[in-house]
């Protein structure tokens, strides 16, 4: 079994999100972010077997940041399909489903 995550943003890519150093970020974001998983489940369908969404943080010059990521095993066909579809299908705002 072999592993690839890809990046999915924290929010929608046509939606604000919380920005790294302003008050309650990390709080603000880890919302945002659960509410993305959400809403893509919701739009795509939840994640096959060998596929999970989850809340990354990541480094930055700034401090944690926390976007959304689609963790895949690359030998399983229908995990690596639901990956792609996330990132290609996936919504784009969070009313517009």
Sequence with gaps: MSYDEIYLGPTPCEEECAQVG????????????????ETIRKALGK?????KL???SC??????YYEVICLFDTDNT??????????SDGPTTWEKL
């Design 78 to 87: 229908e995990a690596v399909k639901y990956a792609f579809k996330c990132e």
């Design 59 to 64: 480094s930055h010059d700034f401090g944690l």
């Design 22 to 37: 302003t008050p309650n970020y990390s709080i603000q974001a880890r919302k945002e972010c659960k509410r993305y998983i």
């Design 47 to 51: 994640e096959p077997q060998g596929a």
């Design 54 to 56: 989850i809340i990354k």
